[in-house]
């Protein structure tokens, strides 16, 4: 079962900033990072279409030149790193999970993954026509659909934009789903685990990895319980 850094490490740093992708790195199989573009085309990592809430700045993203961004304080001192600083800091190292948040920005986020891989990379959005664009521009990747409550039939949807992965709410989990993914050569990763008790349930439902913002916390629940095993191939 692998661990994947919500975030970073959301509940232990400034989301999404190098501080949180490090120590994420230390406890997580791979790390998490929402991408927008800037008002010049740069893809950063910021989960809101505003600065408002992680930073000291007011306003979209994309109002933002890359310069002007970088002046803002993301928590304790930490800057909203490019996804180019991201790829730096994971030199391969740590796999990648990326979900792409605007639909229209793949062609450009792509051309950056390009030019500096991961070890692993996963492209995930909640937006098939994303998922389905991912696909196209770096058929290396495999990609991922994220599935809301609103989502009736995510193993349908996977297939149809040609996923290997569907991302369900946590309370969205159930046996039923996960055979039904399994059974479709899918992986299954539900997001937001972080208590002993979701890790347990993740255990005994037979989900291959999770999303948590406490990876460490997850690492050491598995760890102590001789949980740790391989991710299954497809």
């Known amino acids: 079962m692998l661990i994947v850094g919500h975030r970073g490490a959301r509940a232990l740093e400034p989301e999404n900033t190098l501080r949180a992708l490090r120590r994420g790195m ?3 199989d791979l790390v998490e990072v929402d991408l927008r573009l800037t008002r010049d085309g740069i893809p ?19 109002g933002y030149t890359i310069e002007d961004l970088s002046r803002l304080d993301a928590g304790k001192g930490e800057r909203i790193p490019t996804l180019g600083e991201v790829l730096d800091l994971l030199h391969g190292q740590t796999g990648l999970v990326a979900e792409i948040k605007e ?50 039939d995510p193993v349908g949807l996977a297939r149809s934009v ?53 990876p460490c916390a997850a690492r050491r629940y598995l ?7 391989p991710a299954p191939t497809r």
Not at 45 to 61: F, K, L, N, Q, S
Not at 223 to 229: I, N, S
Request: hydrophobic share 45%; proline share 5%.
């Open 223 to 229: 760890q102590e319980r001789g949980l740790e095993r």
């Open 26 to 28: 230390a406890c997580a």
């Open 103 to 152: 639909p229209g920005t793949e062609a450009i986020i792509a051309s950056v993954l390009m030019d500096r891989l991961p070890e692993r990379l996963f492209l995930v959005s909640f937006h098939p026509k994303s998922v389905a664009m991912a696909k196209q521009l770096l058929p290396g990747a495999e990609a991922g659909i994220i599935c809301s409550g609103e989502t009736d």
């Open 44 to 62: 950063v990592a910021i989960h809101d279409a505003t600065v408002d809430r992680t930073t000291d700045g007011t306003g979209p993203v994309k």
């Open 162 to 214: 040609q996923a290997e992965i569907i991302l369900p709410q946590w309370d969205r989990v159930s046996r039923e789903v996960v055979e039904q993914a399994h059974s479709a050569g899918l992986l299954v990763v539900p997001w937001v685990l972080n208590t002993e008790e979701e890790f347990g349930e993740a255990v005994r439902l037979g989900i291959d990895w999770f999303a948590t913002d406490d």
